[in-house]
């Protein structure tokens, strides 16, 4: 048996770890179109909104002495990417947004119709209102 004083944690990247919070905000500008410069300021208004998306873009790094079975839960539950995705709620879609179109779709008159319409409905849901 163990106790989690048999647990050893060491933080092996904090340097990086410093800037948490302005890599957080410059990960977070993407999603709300917001100037770089702004980072720190989105980083903790982020994170005290509980908006944690943005912490995707950095890496604690840890090297962690523990028995082999608690690794194996530990080592289940990582995801090991990074996603980044402009949000469509935060930034105004009316001129920029489109949809791929099949080759197939494009040469069928009425099916390329059909998509524009609908290319059409989805600019106007995303809309920011103004």
């Known amino acids: 048996m163990y106790s989690i004083d ?25 999603c709300y179109q917001t100037p770089e410069k702004f980072a720190e300021r989105v ?9 944690t998306s943005g912490s995707r873009a950095d890496m604690f ?11 194996d839960q530990v080592m289940r539950h990582s995801v090991g990417t990074a996603i980044n995705c402009q949000s469509q709620r935060y930034v105004d879609m009316d001129n920029n947004f489109s949809i791929f179109v099949p080759e ?5 008159n009425v ?10 409905e989805c ?4 809309r920011f209102a103004k």
Do not use: T
């Open 6 to 30: 048999d647990i050893k944690v060491e933080l092996l990247n904090p340097e990086e770890v410093k800037n948490f919070i302005k890599n957080h905000g410059i990960f977070a500008c993407e």
């Open 111 to 120: 099916l390329r119709q059909e998509y524009r319409a609908y290319e059409n």
């Open 43 to 51: 980083g903790m208004s982020c994170l005290v909104e509980g908006h």
């Open 123 to 126: 600019r106007d849901r995303y």
């Open 104 to 108: 197939d779709v494009w040469n069928d």
């Open 61 to 71: 790094k840890f090297r962690i002495h523990c028995p082999r079975y608690c690794a």
